[in-house]
């Protein structure tokens, strides 16, 4: 009889690490929010941390998105002792 595997869930590197992006991308969304003038003109007229944390929302959001669209299947005890 065939079961259905158990995923990782919360526990995939994938997960983890798309939150730990999402989470310094809402800090440098906030700072490049509020930038002003001055630190504008050090980046040559960019504001640097509103591309970037834009950028990397974008990269959380595809890596949280991959998981769960392609879980990682993880094996039952008994399946892992066999093999």
Do not use: E, H, S
């Given at each position: 009889m065939a079961k259905n595997p158990g995923t990782a869930g919360a526990f995939?590197?994938?997960?983890?690490?798309?939150?730990?992006?999402?989470?310094y991308a809402v800090v440098l969304i906030a700072v490049g929010a509020t930038a002003g003038a001055e630190d504008v003109v050090k980046t040559d007229g960019?504001?640097?941390?509103?591309?970037?944390?834009?950028?990397?929302?974008?990269?959380?959001?595809?890596?949280?998105?991959?998981?769960?669209?392609?879980?990682?299947?993880?094996?039952?005890?008994?399946e892992a002792h066999e093999s």
């Open positions: 995939d590197i994938r997960t983890i690490i798309g939150l730990l992006f999402g989470i960019i504001n640097i941390n509103l591309w970037v944390g834009i950028g990397m929302l974008v990269f959380a959001a595809a890596l949280v998105g991959w998981a769960r669209l392609r879980p990682i299947a993880v094996p039952d005890g008994d």
